[in-house]
């Protein structure tokens, strides 16, 4: 298993580097960021469902119901949290300044291992850390920007943003030492967080306009591929390897969206934007090449 980690982490960043294919169309539609990740949830925690009943009924016990916490943590606190502060950055900001305050998230992790997990800190970490967010800056095209102001509150909440997006690694981790499956931990995370949103939209309503304006397979793929796989993918992953190791190499995910707003969106390319594609592939090939320590998760 631990030599197929890596690939479900990175299969888990290119899946959510594919968000932008979805968001363009359904956001054209009139449906608001709070609606697309209920939607999303909701259809996931459906596809669920049936999932774990034929896999095993024992993946939805939850061995003690203090470690809900840890869901509430992954659900509310990392993808509800992160996606909010995630949404208001760009308003405040721009997409290119608020992708690359998320990527502050491998540094985060990096910071909070060391004090949760014991985690040893070392030189090739920090080099690879700081490889993967200036490679995350060019590959933004942030260095383009010739005259641009950003709001204090836009920079607070890009930042916040990265905090909540390290978070799943961090209750993910704490999930993962409890003997819960990756399947139990995406269920329950998707869970907590439809319930959550569920009071922040008008559900009928809501599913009546997806109906009236037949959206319901785009919502169900940009359920699918940018949720439910990439999760579990996700998940998997950080059974079998560090949490700073898996946040690292999910930041393919900004690089998956560089190039797919090239091929796809007729976005430009710049020299700035190849040399942080490399930046972060070369990251990444650092970490799945590193010795694993003695003490690896």
């Known amino acids: 298993m631990k030599s197929m980690a890596w690939v479900l982490v990175l299969i888990a960043g290119i899946c959510w580097g594919s968000i932008g294919l979805f968001t363009k169309r359904i956001t054209v539609l009139g449906f608001s960021e709070m609606e697309m990740l209920f939607v999303k949830m909701a259809v996931d925690v459906i596809l669920l469902i049936p999932m774990l009943f034929l896999k095993d009924k024992k993946l939805f016990r939850i061995h003690n119901i203090t470690d809900i916490k840890y869901f509430i943590g992954t659900g509310i606190c990392s993808f509800v949290f992160f996606s909010w502060c995630y949404m208001k950055a760009i308003n405040e900001t721009s997409l290119a300044v608020a992708a690359v305050l998320l990527y502050t998230a491998p540094a985060i992790v990096m910071i909070l291992s060391i004090f949760l997990f014991q985690e040893k800190l070392t030189k090739k970490k920090c080099i690879v850390v700081a490889m993967t967010f200036v490679g995350c800056i060019c590959v933004t095209g ?35 030492k409890k003997q819960y499956p990756s399947f139990t931990i995406t269920f329950y995370t998707f869970l907590t ?7 922040m939209v008008r559900p009928l309503e809501l599913f009546q306009r997806i109906t009236q304006q037949g959206v319901w397979i785009e919502m169900l793929l940009f359920s699918v591929f940018t949720a439910l796989v990439p999760y579990l993918c996700y998940t998997k992953g950080l059974s079998a390897m560090q949490a700073s190791k898996a946040s690292v190499l999910a930041t393919t995910e900004p690089v998956v969206a560089s190039i797919i707003g ?22 990444v090939l650092l970490r799945i090449t590193e010795q694993p320590e003695k003490q690896e998760l």
């Open 262 to 283: 090239i091929a796809v969106f007729c976005e430009g390319i710049s020299w700035q934007k190849i040399i942080g594609i490399l930046l972060v592939l070369g990251g």
């Open 193 to 199: 967080a439809a319930v959550f949103l569920l009071f």
């Open 142 to 176: 942030i260095l383009d920007t010739q005259t641009a102001a950003y709001s204090v509150k836009g920079i607070l909440f890009g930042i916040c943003s990265g905090i909540g997006y390290a978070l799943y690694s961090i209750f993910g981790t704490f999930a993962l």
